[in-house]
């Protein structure tokens, strides 16, 4: 059975960091491309990050390029996300979620979330 | 980038049908996957590849892709499919996921 773990979120100040971790289980994480997916407090989804099963491969949405950074430890099973330079907008809960063996751009499974909130 | 259209909100009485559209240009070219998402929970797929069902996702929940529309169809509607609903691709251009805005199904 897949799960999906986020943690890390918290209340952060404006311009501060920090990094989101997502412990996988019940599947070969090496052979799993994975995302980062946002949802602002009534908002919709949006798409943060991405990256391939071997981590050689990374994609970013336009709102975050530069100051995220998208990484994978498979002999820990750990999806994280680095944020920088955080600002107010970047207050949602954070889900990560599995794709297939390559990118196929879509989402067969999801944590349960982790929520950040940017404010001073 | 590539926009995806949901109406807001959908009704539907119990034991109807639903049908749920996503707007997109060509969309029919592109992979198209639904996620329900019910209050305070995380989103879970329904649909993905147009029309491909995960296992434990009710055979009620079926999908469809042609030209410039998605549809997402729940057949017999039950009090529990009573969400928020989501298309979503994968924008090759930009290599980026899209979501549609979602639309709240309301079983009345």
């Known amino acids: 059975q897949v799960q999906l773990v986020e943690s890390g979120g918290g209340v952060v100040q404006p311009g501060r960091s920090l990094r989101l971790s997502c412990a996988a289980f019940g599947f070969t994480f090496s052979s799993s491309a994975m995302h980062w997916v946002r949802q602002a407090p009534g908002k919709g989804l949006e798409g943060v990050a991405t990256?391939?099963?071997?981590?050689?491969?990374?994609f970013y949405a336009d709102s975050v390029k530069g100051r995220f950074s998208i990484s994978r430890d498979s002999s820990k099973n750990t999806l994280y996300l680095q944020m920088n330079s955080l600002r107010a907008e970047d207050t949602a809960v954070y889900y990560c979620a599995r794709d297939g063996q390559t990118i196929f751009g879509r989402a067969l499974d999801w944590g349960q979330g982790t929520l950040v909130t940017v404010s001073s | 980038s590539y926009v995806l259209t949901q109406p807001p909100s959908v009704s539907v009485a119990p034991g109807q049908t639903a049908r749920i559209t996503c707007g997109g240009d060509n969309i029919g070219s592109k992979s198209v996957h639904w996620y329900q998402q019910k209050p305070g929970q995380a989103p879970v797929v329904v649909v993905y590849?147009?029309?491909d069902r995960p296992s434990g996702i009710p055979e009620r929940f079926s999908g469809s892709n042609s030209g410039n529309t998605a549809i997402l169809t729940i057949s017999r509607v039950e009090a529990g499919d009573e969400a928020d609903y989501f298309c979503?691709?994968?924008?090759?251009?930009?290599?980026?996921?899209?979501f549609g805005g979602g639309t709240k199904l309301t079983v009345l």
């Open positions: 590849d147009d029309y």
């Open positions: 990256i391939s099963n071997d981590g050689s491969i990374k």
């Open positions: 979503q691709v994968w924008d090759s251009i930009i290599d980026h996921m899209v």
